[in-house]
């Protein structure tokens, strides 16, 4: 089945052609505008949307070297995200889906995130415990099999991407703050300071990072500007290592307590380099296997809507044209 899918949920508008596990075009364009801001600016999200969504579709389907006609399904974001640029993806793909009599479906994102790494799996070995790591989300997840889902963690504050990007904020860095802290972190000492690593040790698998955002900010306020510059490679390798640990901890624990046989970790953070390496290494270690996703499917992109859209067509599972938008929605099971 050839699936055009679209995702529009915050500040990337995707399109993608996708057959199976075979992405035949994944076009990204991810919104320069917010920069200036420090941040993504609803409105303007929403307006870009509008501008880029008819030729980044157009780029998706010439690069696949498809017509609409060929197209068998639509797939699009319907939540969580910003209500005003899901809604715009939501309805382009409404219409398409109207004008060329073929069905639609929403996608919950952070499902998304999940199938963007099951698509490069070969031989997937449930239970997988997953790790979803995003700008708006953390969350531990049980996965049995297709479809099927139990969370068993969540952040109880800042998310721990949002947790990097107030960092690099707090350290004059830019943003997106992730993959900068990543990579000065990889220049610097690790052990530096040691900064706190909130629930480490309790039983539950639930996170918190603004301690750890705040504690970055007091140790800023209590140095000279100089002494911060020159050590702001360690600074942020010790962020990076407060951070990411926490994380591997506590997903390593959860898979040996639900008997996973696959570690997996997905969304925007999985592009970190310690998560990564951690990860791979720790899975090793306790005779678990591990999936982590290629880099052009970690951060928001179509391909992996349209993956996860093949599962419930497959289950001739299908939207109506009532379908709304939902910005908090939940991660749930089909069924
Ligand atoms: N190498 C990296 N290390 C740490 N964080 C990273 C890295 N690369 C990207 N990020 C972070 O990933 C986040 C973006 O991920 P993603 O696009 O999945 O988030 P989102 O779609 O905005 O949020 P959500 O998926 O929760 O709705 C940003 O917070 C960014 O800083
Ligand atoms: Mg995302």
Redesign the pocket.
Known sequence: MKILALET????TSASVIEGNNVLSNIISSQIVHSQFGG?VPELASRAHLQLVVPVVNQALQTAQITLSQIDGFAVTNG??LVGALLVGLNFIKGLALSCNKPFIGIN??EG?IYGNLLTQKNIQFPVLFLI?????TMLVVMRGHLDYEIIGTTRDD????A??KT?KILGLGY????I???LAEKGDEKFIRFPKAFYKDTHFDFSFSGLKTAVLTYKNKHEPDFISENMASICASF?FAAIDVLVAKTIRAAKKYNAKAVAVA???A???L?RRMLAEQSQKNGLDYYQPKFEF???NAAMIGRTAQEYFARNKASGQGLNAFPSLKLVSAN
């Open positions: 949920s915050c500040d990337e993504v969580p995200g994102h952070m995130h790591v995003s700008g708006g989300h998310a721990v991407g949002e990097f990007d690099a997106p703050g992730g993959p802290i990543d990579s990076r969304g925007g953070v592009a970190n380099v998560v970690c951060s928001d």
